[in-house]
């Protein structure tokens, strides 16, 4: 079991940039990949980004892609999401997941744990 908490959401103006970091407890997460998923209002979550377990290997949703990057650091039981070029329909809840698997999977379905989510939303 892992426990994951997000911080650093917050209301930003379009164009600006966001760091998001997701701390993890829990003896398993050096080994398993980590990902980004949000939720706007009355939207399903949809996947962001994801790293694998040594954070060679990185997935991006082509909405985000060339916008936001993803990393982690293993020895501080942590995973961050660099945001930059905000746009209005990046506003979401943003939610840090983790799964047992070392493949940055972009499925929901695939992850195990999930966080609490932070808010994030971006003026025009």
């Known amino acids: 079991q892992v426990q994951l908490v997000e911080s650093g959401g917050g209301l930003v103006q379009a164009g600006g940039s966001l760091r998001l970091s997701c701390a993890a407890s829990?003896?398993?997460?050096?080994?398993?990949?980590m990902g980004w998923f949000r939720q706007a209002p009355g939207k399903e979550r949809e996947f962001v980004a994801a790293t694998s377990w040594s954070g060679g290997t990185t997935n991006y949703a082509d909405s985000v892609k060339g916008r936001f990057t993803i990393s982690r650091d293993n020895a501080r039981n942590t995973v961050y999401l660099q945001m930059n070029s905000l746009k209005p329909e990046d506003t979401a809840v943003y939610y840090c997941a983790a799964r047992t698997g070392s493949l940055p999977k972009r499925d929901v379905g695939e992850y195990d744990n999930w966080g609490q989510g932070t808010q994030v939303t971006v003026s025009s």
């Open positions: 829990g003896r398993t997460f050096a080994s398993g990949a």
